[in-house]
């Protein structure tokens, strides 16, 4: 059983942190229980860590894209979120600054087909901040709040 919040528990598709494939130094956390699955990740600003998240969508649709936050003040304002998708690119600049619930900050919206790969990107290139690495969640964009 996670520690945190269970993954499967939470509308839409939901990979946890330690699915994703890292490079650079990324460190652990449990703080506050309030993350998904077992711990968060996070990395120094203006570092060369990146983190890759493969999210295979079963459904075809419009789906919201969402990289999870964390509620401390020295997380990134601006931190580079990419989402690839049958030969699409969609950048965004995430401000990982949540609340004390945590949630996920829309990077955008895009449409797939059923049984597509979606990669989402985190970067750490070029922030100021400590960027956060909890989960991404991919949402019907007809399921979202």
Known sequence: MPSGVDPRSLPGVVVDDREAELKGAWKGGTTKK????YSYRYAS???DATATYTVKVKEAGRYVGGVRTAPFDNRSTSAPV?????GKTLLNRVIYQGSEEGE???VGTIEVQSGETVKVIV????TKGIV?????QLLREDESP
């Open 34 to 37: 309030k993350y998904i699955g």
């Open 45 to 47: 600003g203006n570092s």
């Open 82 to 86: 990419e989402v690839q998708w049958n």
């Open 104 to 106: 996920f900050a829309p």
């Open 123 to 126: 970067s750490c290139k070029d």
């Open 132 to 136: 956060h690495l909890d989960a991404v």
